[in-house]
Each structure stands twice: as structure tokens, then as C-alpha cells.
């Protein structure tokens, strides 16, 4: 079984900062992705950002420039760094993990709340 918990949401307020962060624990053979999305109300699911276990990064337009994800693969954690905030970043935040061995397999967060309001 393998846990994934996130941390770090809250309100605040516009051109503020937040540090997510979200570890996974439980029988995992490796993680090779950690990744983050994000659901505004009304709206689909969306990437916000990647990291592979070797470094290499990905990130939505949207937040390239203000958001920075980093991760502690001894510790399986990975974390979100997001400055200058904007209302339109306000979602439900969710940590994604993915092992691909011995086959592909994702587990998720429950998710957290970031609220950015004056």
C-alpha cells in the first residue's frame, strides 16, 4: 500500500508565495516521476509541474517563471514552490506519483486547497 500526503496550501493573497509539499510512503519499488496538478472549480484537471527521479523538469506555461518544483528522492518528497501568485492559480492541488516498475502505476493525494484572494 502506498500512502501520498500533501501539505502546505492555504489562502493568500495575490503576488504572495506557498511551498507545497507532498510524501509518499509505503511499499514503492521506485518512483520515477513526482509530479503536481491542479482543479479549479468548473474546470478539467491540469499538469502543473514534473520532476523526473534524474532532475529533468516540466512545467505548464501558465506557471513557468513563478513556480519551481524540486524533490529529495531519499526522503520520496517532492515539493512546489509558487511565487507571485495569481486568483487564477486558486485550485485544489494534488501530489502524483509514478513508479514504473515493475509496471506503470500512479497513486495520488488527496489534494490540498490554495486560495489566492484579497
Known amino acids: 500500500q502506498v500512502q501520498v500526503e500533501e501539505s502546505g496550501g492555504g489562502l493568500v493573497q495575490p503576488g504572495g508565495s506557498l511551498r507545497l509539499s507532498c510524501a509518499a510512503s509505503g511499499t514503492i519499488f521506485s518512483i520515477d516521476y513526482m509530479g503536481w496538478y491542479r482543479q479549479a472549480p468548473g474546470k478539467e484537471r491540469e499538469l502543473v509541474a514534473y520532476?523526473?527521479?534524474?532532475?529533468?523538469?516540466n512545467y505548464a506555461d501558465s506557471v513557468k517563471g513563478r513556480f519551481t518544483i524540486s524533490r529529495e528522492n531519499a526522503k520520496n518528497t517532492v515539493f512546489l514552490q509558487m511565487n507571485s501568485l495569481k486568483p487564477e492559480d486558486t485550485a485544489i492541488y494534488y501530489c502524483?506519483?509514478?513508479?514504473?516498475?515493475?509496471?506503470?502505476?500512479?497513486?495520488w493525494g488527496q489534494g490540498t486547497q490554495v486560495t489566492v484572494s484579497s
Open positions: 520532476i523526473s527521479s534524474g532532475g529533468t523538469t
Open positions: 502524483n506519483v509514478v513508479s514504473k516498475l515493475p509496471r506503470w502505476l500512479e497513486y
